[in-house]
């Protein structure tokens, strides 16, 4: 640990900021690599005496703080590490960063099954750094859960997030193509989730320089119209899912009525839209029969 005093390191970050950059990515920063957290943040305001000790040199942390500013390189990739529900995850550029939205996944479940442990079988398709999963073998652990990806290296990522999260062993990883890696488990899933890529090709190409530039355009791109694979999910759903198994997915904010008419045209019944905090139709759910 490397000891500097207080005031010396409140001048640094004054001027760290004053290059630019939001508050929280920089706080997110000094709590990831730097080894001081939100509520020393605020103690040092309070009292800005004595020492206080780093993980790292501020040369260090600053030339960090200049790649996420100059070169738009998300902070939690620079980290690798970032914060989802009470979880806190390992993420590189091979997965997408998981958002806080993505978060109301875990309630919707809550709201179709309960909070009370049951013993269900779920599987999740694209699990990317494993957040939604893992959330959900941590809420039942009774149940048993398959998260697949097609990327090895994701998958990966997503294996020692769960390994560093949970004792439990009641979550599996298969890698495979969306459905593919299931055909042993044909009509026994009680749930199937996804946030699948489903950003429409001419809307990718206006993505912000952080998104764009550095995360994984496999886990972004939705084909043309955004639905390639929200498409193909749907259709096949019916054969690994149980006669009134659930399917939830993640969806653009301006696809849901589309998503809703290809749950109707494979037979679902239960057809909900449901919003997001901003009041965006973001997930679309559905009991097959």
């Given at each position: 640990?490397?000891?500097?005093?207080?005031?010396?390191?409140?001048?640094?970050?004054?001027?760290?900021?004053?290059?630019?950059?939001?508050?929280?990515?920089?706080?997110?920063?000094?709590?990831?690599?730097?080894?001081?957290?939100?509520?020393?943040?605020?103690?040092?305001?309070?009292?800005?005496?004595?020492?206080?000790?780093?993980?790292?040199?501020?040369?260090?942390?600053?030339?960090?703080?200049?790649?996420?500013?100059?070169k738009c390189y998300p902070i939690q990739y620079l980290c690798e590490t970032t914060y989802w529900r009470d979880l806190k995850l390992k993420v590189t550029n091979k997965v997408l960063i998981p958002r806080p939205e993505t978060e109301l996944i875990v309630d919707i479940v809550f709201n179709i099954f309960g909070k009370q442990s049951r013993k269900l079988f779920f599987a999740e398709l694209g699990t990317g750094s494993g957040a939604i999963s893992i959330a959900l073998a941590l809420a039942y652990p009774l149940c048993n859960g398959i998260a697949t990806d097609i990327d090895q290296d994701a998958l990966e990522i997503a294996i020692n997030n769960y390994m560093n999260s949970s004792k439990q062993s009641n979550l599996k990883f298969y890698c495979g193509?969306?459905?593919?890696?299931?055909?042993?488990?044909?009509?026994?899933?009680?749930?199937?989730?996804?946030?699948?890529?489903?950003?429409?090709?001419?809307?990718?190409?206006?993505?912000?320089?952080?998104?764009?530039?550095?995360?994984?355009?496999?886990?972004?791109?939705?084909?043309?119209?955004?639905l390639q694979h929200i498409r193909e999910i749907i259709q096949k759903a019916p054969i690994f899912l149980k006669e009134k198994g659930w399917l939830i997915l993640e969806n653009h904010f301006d696809q849901g009525e589309k998503v809703k008419q290809l749950f109707i045209k494979n037979k679902f019944t239960s057809i909900e839209i449901v919003n997001d905090l901003s009041g965006i139709g973001r997930f679309t759910i559905g009991r097959y029969k």
């Open positions: 640990m490397l000891s500097i005093s207080v005031k010396e390191f409140l001048i640094w970050k004054k001027l760290q900021l004053s290059k630019g950059g939001d508050q929280e990515s920089f706080a997110f920063l000094l709590d990831c690599i730097g080894g001081i957290s939100n509520f020393d943040l605020n103690l040092l305001s309070i009292n800005p005496k004595g020492n206080l000790y780093l993980k790292k040199k501020l040369d260090f942390l600053e030339s960090v703080w200049d790649d996420h500013l100059v193509h969306w459905w593919t890696p299931l055909e042993s488990f044909k009509g026994k899933l009680d749930l199937a989730i996804s946030n699948p890529p489903y950003i429409p090709k001419d809307t990718y190409e206006k993505l912000p320089k952080e998104v764009k530039n550095f995360e994984p355009r496999i886990a972004l791109l939705g084909g043309e119209d955004g």
